[in-house]
């Protein structure tokens, strides 16, 4: 099949683009990007006043499946990923039974392909059942694709069991992505330990219970040589460990999501909204500067959404007893546009990079570029689109958003997935 996008913004930093033309695609790959370009026979589709970016990939999504379709599952999280702009994901293994063989591995992808509205890149756990004692399959698992381990959800609390971990993904040029949390400080804290806590009369977080995992596996991978991605960083000091790190030269990059840059411990008021209870907890107002900063200075280097899906009746408890999580796929772009890009924080380049290239890059997934050859994953969205997010017409199960009645300028409108397109003027294809 052929199709031409027509009149779009196509911008793309790897190849130095950025300017109105179109783009020719056959059989899944673009055969040509230029100006007045024409085919014999296809699709044409006029996307004038649209930006079109390589396919926007969010590295860090909870799928739910197998275990808990009640909270979400491959069909409806795709489709969420899909409405938001996303050409792939790539799901957690904090399942049940969880990812920590080949032959999960096989079911996930195997479903993916089945029912999936975008691409699915599994990672593999790293201690069988999330235990963080025994190691997990992870040479039959990299056997069968997998190029990125955690346990995420889990801090690993042993540092001999870390290290064990990295030796064994290091053979493989595999990326470890720790969730860092050290139990013994972390304890039942239910918020960000501080003047919040207290005003809510809440179990405290200490910042501490990230920040010593993180200067621990940072330790780590300059002891091993093992690609260490830190998982959902919230705090300034954190930050600035990974800064040091990066200058050192070790092989270490980090992620942030939008609800620890635009949400801060003052959002949770005395309605003690649950859908505001996130792990890592929303931090401070100066953690969330500082986490911008690092997005703007380059020491970031992936949004993510941390996609965590509940059902209602789990979240409409009281705030102890509620899970974490909070979903975002469908406003994950949104409120990057809305708050970074539109206000000329960073540009549009820059959030490419963070949403469509360094995903793939740390991931160990083919680049996608908007040039002859490249496969045709894309993202088209409409810059000026005025909206605010609700549940009704939302794809998720799922409707834990902490940003729920939110006003954003800017969303996705089209995705493309290997040239087929997978959503169409805000509509998901089925």
Not at 6 to 31: F, N, S, Y
Not at 62 to 77: M, T, V
Request: proline letters at 4%; charged letters at 25%; hydrophobic letters at 40%.
């Amino acid at each position: 099949m052929a199709l031409m996008l027509k009149g779009a913004r196509c911008i793309d930093p790897q190849v130095g683009l950025d300017e109105v033309c179109d783009i020719l695609i056959r059989d899944g790959k673009i055969v040509s990007v230029g100006h007045d370009l024409t085919m014999e026979k296809g699709v044409t589709r006029d996307l004038s006043g649209k930006v079109i970016v390589p396919g926007l990939v969010d590295m860090h999504v909870h799928l739910r499946e197998p275990g808990y379709e009640q909270k979400e599952d491959i069909a409806s999280g795709t489709r969420a990923a899909a409405h938001g702009g996303f050409t792939a994901v790539c799901a957690m293994p904090n399942t049940d039974p969880v990812i920590d063989n080949a032959v999960g591995v096989e079911y996930v992808k195997a479903r993916a392909k089945e029912v999936g509205a975008c691409r699915v890149i599994v990672s593999g756990a790293c201690t069988k059942s999330l235990g963080g004692e025994i190691l997990a399959e992870m040479g039959d698992m990299h056997a069968h694709g997998v190029r990125a381990f955690t346990d995420d959800g889990h801090g690993i609390q042993d540092a001999g069991m870390m290290r064990r971990v990295m030796d064994y993904a290091s053979q493989f040029d595999c990326v470890v992505m720790p969730h860092c949390q050290d139990d013994s400080l972390v304890g039942e804290g239910q918020v960000n330990e501080g003047v919040v806590s207290t005003r809510l009369g809440m179990l405290g977080w200490p910042a501490e219970g990230e920040e010593l995992e993180i200067a621990r596996d940072i330790a780590l991978c300059r002891l091993t040589g093992c690609p260490v991605h830190i998982q959902h960083i919230t705090t300034a000091r954190g930050l600035e460990m990974v800064r040091a790190a990066k200058a050192e030269g070790l092989p270490v990059t980090c992620e942030v999501t939008p609800h620890h840059m635009f949400l801060t411990e003052d959002d949770i008021d005395d309605t003690y909204p649950t859908a505001l209870k996130v792990n890592p907890p929303l931090r401070t107002s100066d953690d969330a500067v500082a986490l911008v900063a690092g997005i703007v200075d380059g020491t970031v280097d992936a949004i993510v959404t941390d996609h965590a899906p509940h059902t209602d009746w789990e979240k409409d408890r009281e705030f102890e007893l509620a899970p974490f999580g909070m979903i975002g796929l469908e406003t994950s772009l949104a409120s990057v546009l809305t708050n970074l890009v539109h206000k000329g924080i960073i540009g549009y380049d820059r959030m490419i990079e963070l949403m469509a290239v360094a995903p793939r890059r740390i991931l160990r997934e083919e680049p996608v570029r908007l040039e002859a050859g490249s496969v045709a994953d894309l993202t088209v969205i409409d810059p000026d689109a005025e909206w605010t997010y609700a549940r009704e017409g939302s794809y998720s199960k799922a409707g834990n958003s902490g940003f729920t009645g939110c006003a954003f300028k800017g969303k996705a409108t089209d995705a493309y997935v290997g040239g087929y397109a997978t959503m169409e003027d805000g509509v998901v294809v089925e």
